[in-house]
């Protein structure tokens, strides 16, 4: 490998590659219940909105955790503010259908400023190539 290839790099220009290749990136407060996308590409654009209620976002992501299409019922609907805790740092794959299509995507998460306000970083790795059909 030529070194001098790579010496040249800084700071910087990781930020602006990371900032034009990350398909999303939200700002979520965990105590206000809110998030805010400050960046969102590809089907982001559609599957999340600019800003919202954290929860439901959580209860979103919540589905695809244990890759499944079942909602949250009711009675645990109490448990969903406990969901979207997070200690450090978190990584998962998720598996996500929309337009039947079925995308995988990375889910990386950031603690910043303090326990309650979280950097989601979402990249969607499978170019939506896994179409699905159902049959009734």
Known sequence: MDLKK?????????????????????????????????????????????????????EKLWLNFNNSSNKITPDYQV????IGKFDGKYSKRLKIVFNNTLYIIQMTIYPIADNNIYMFILDELSGGTCHLTYST
Do not use: C, Q, W
């Not at 398909?23 to 654009?45: E, P, T």
């Not at 448990?79 to 406990?82: E, L």
């Open 6 to 58: 790579i010496e040249n790099y800084t700071l910087d220009d990781i930020s602006v590659f990371f900032k034009e290749n990350a398909d999303a990136i939200l700002i979520v407060d965990a105590k206000l219940v809110i998030y805010k996308a400050i960046s969102r590409k590809g089907i982001f654009l559609d599957l999340i909105e600019k800003n919202g209620n954290y929860h439901d976002l959580i």
């Open 79 to 82: 448990f969903t503010p406990s």
